[in-house]
C-alpha cells in the first residue's frame, strides 16, 4: 500500500479501500503510471459507474449508452480512456481518488466533445440532491 496515499485519505476512502482491495490495487497501478501526457487524446472515452459502462464515446460518436435509475448515485465512478487508462477515479459524493488529467492541455474539449459536461452536471446534480 502507497503510505502516501493513505495518509492524504479520507476514511470514507481508507474504508472503500479496505472493503475493495482490487479496487484499491488497480488505482494504484494507474497511479504508478503518472499522469497522462499532455498531447494524448484518446479515441475511445468510458464513463464507469461501479465498473459498468454507462457511457461509451468512441471516433467522434456515443457508441454505448445505458439508463439509471431516477436519483440514482453510484457509490463511486471512472472515466477510462482508449481501454486501459484510468484517467478519472470519483468515490461518491466527489472525492477524487486519482486524477490523471491533470497535464492533458485538451480535457475541457475532450469531455465537451463526448457531451460529458452534461453527463458530469447531471451526476453532480444528483450528488447534491441526495
Known amino acids: 500500500m502507497n503510505t502516501l496515499a493513505v495518509k492524504q ?12 482491495p482490487k479496487i484499491q490495487q488497480y488505482i494504484q497501478e494507474q497511479a504508478a503510471k503518472g ?11 468510458e464513463v464507469k459507474f461501479e465498473g459498468l459502462t454507462y457511457l461509451r464515446y468512441e471516433a467522434g460518436e456515443i457508441t454505448a449508452s445505458r439508463e439509471c435509475s431516477k436519483g440514482y448515485v453510484p457509490p463511486f465512478w471512472e472515466i477510462c480512456f482508449d481501454e486501459d487508462e484510468l484517467a478519472l477515479f470519483v468515490l461518491n459524493p466527489g472525492e477524487i481518488l486519482l486524477d490523471r488529467t491533470a497535464q492533458i492541455a485538451e480535457m475541457d474539449e475532450i469531455l465537451k466533445n463526448c457531451e460529458l459536461r452534461s453527463f458530469a452536471e447531471d451526476l453532480r446534480n444528483r450528488v447534491q440532491d441526495s
Open 35 to 45: 499522469d497522462l501526457p499532455g498531447e494524448y487524446t484518446p479515441t475511445v472515452v
Open 9 to 20: 485519505a479520507s476514511r470514507t476512502a481508507l474504508a472503500f479501500y479496505e472493503a475493495e
